[in-house]
């Protein structure tokens, strides 16, 4: 009896562990087409083919920017970004993945997006990234961009750099401000004598 529960405790963690390497190579498989499918993206940017940077998003698909201080359609992305491709000589974008994870049928992935534009005119082209979170699902057996989430961007990073610079030179003004009213020297600093 006691054999037959040995046996049996250990196909049940043969199973377990099965079941684990399967859903680790499903996870790999989904993430492998996902990233074709970013690849895909990349090249529609470096042809300005707003239909090949969109192809795989649901009819539903959501954008929403930086703190949710914006969100659009699949439409309205589509069009804003033919406009974009007007006024842009050449554009590369790069797609880095941070994380992924899966649960059920979705997939999330976190990235890292790097867009190089030449406008035209200019001699250097314009570099500017952001931090996103996407959502995938499973639908009728292939698997659709959901929704976009913006973390992150190099706008809101170099506008927070600013401000900190902006308060760091507000403490230093009020300390030099202090320091001659504290020697005598200073202009309103309170009673004169």
């Not at 680790?24 to 087409?33: K, L, P, W």
């Not at 996902?34 to 795989?56: C, F, N, T």
């Not at 952001?130 to 961009?145: C, F, I, M, P, S």
């Amino acid at each position: 009896m006691e054999t037959y529960l040995r046996r049996f405790a250990f196909l049940l963690m043969t199973a377990a562990a099965t079941s684990l390497v399967h859903a680790a190579e499903d996870q790999a498989s989904v993430g492998r087409t996902i990233m074709g499918y970013y690849h895909e993206m990349e090249q529609g940017y470096a042809d300005k083919d707003a239909s090949g940077v969109y192809r795989h998003c649901d009819p539903a698909y959501l954008f929403s920017a930086l703190n949710n201080s914006a969100t659009s359609d699949l439409a309205a992305n589509r069009k804003a970004l033919d406009e974009s491709f007007g006024n842009l000589k050449t554009i590369q974008v790069k797609i880095v993945p941070e994380a992924t994870d899966m649960a059920g049928d979705k997939f999330y992935i976190r990235y890292k997006q790097e867009n190089e534009m030449l406008f035209p005119l200019k001699s250097a082209p314009a570099r500017i990234w952001y931090e996103a979170e996407d959502t995938w699902q499973r639908k009728n057996g292939a698997w659709v961009l959901l929704s976009t989430k913006v973390l992150n961007d190099s706008v809101a990073q170099a506008k927070g750099k600013l401000e900190q610079q902006k308060k760091r030179m507000e403490f230093e003004d009020e300390q030099r401000r202090s320091r001659r009213c504290l020697n005598g020297v200073g202009y309103g600093c309170g009673d004169y004598r």
